[in-house]
Nanobody
Framework: QVRMVESGGGLVQAGGSLRLSCAAS????????MGWYRQAPGKGRELVAV???????NYGDSVKGRFTISRDNAKNTAYLQMNSLKAEDTAIYYC???????????????WGQGTQVTVSS
């Protein structure tokens, strides 16, 4: 019914850049917020960046000034441009959509399967 497909992860050297994409498909009435969260080994899931349908953004403190989130509402796709990557950015990155799906009366969270980002120092 709802599918979240991430792409763009991989291995990069410290100081390098990567761009993640997340395409959402399904019977959406609206997608209020799209975003990225990450989970490093032995740690909990943390906010990376989120963006509303109107373009308002919020970033985790550790990525401010280095990462930029954007969104194409017509394609239900979110992007995460990651620059000046550090070893501590190594994690599995998960795409999230907070959306209203046809047949439901409330917003729900939908998650992608995750994409690995590894930054070598």
């Amino acid at each position: 019914q709802v599918r979240m497909v991430e792409s763009g992860g991989g291995l990069v050297q410290a100081g390098g850049s990567l761009r993640l994409s997340c395409a959402a498909s399904g019977s959406f009435v609206s997608i209020n917020v799209m975003g990225w969260y990450r989970q490093a080994p032995g740690k909990g899931r943390e906010l990376v960046a989120v963006i509303t349908s109107g373009g308002s953004t919020n970033y985790g403190d550790s990525v401010k000034g280095r990462f930029t989130i954007s969104r194409d509402n017509a394609k239900n796709t979110a992007y995460l441009q990651m620059n000046s990557l550090k070893a501590e950015d190594t994690a599995i990155y998960y795409c999230n959509a907070r959306a209203l799906v046809a047949g439901y009366s409330r917003l729900n969270d939908y998650w992608g399967q995750g994409t690995q980002v590894t930054v070598s120092s």
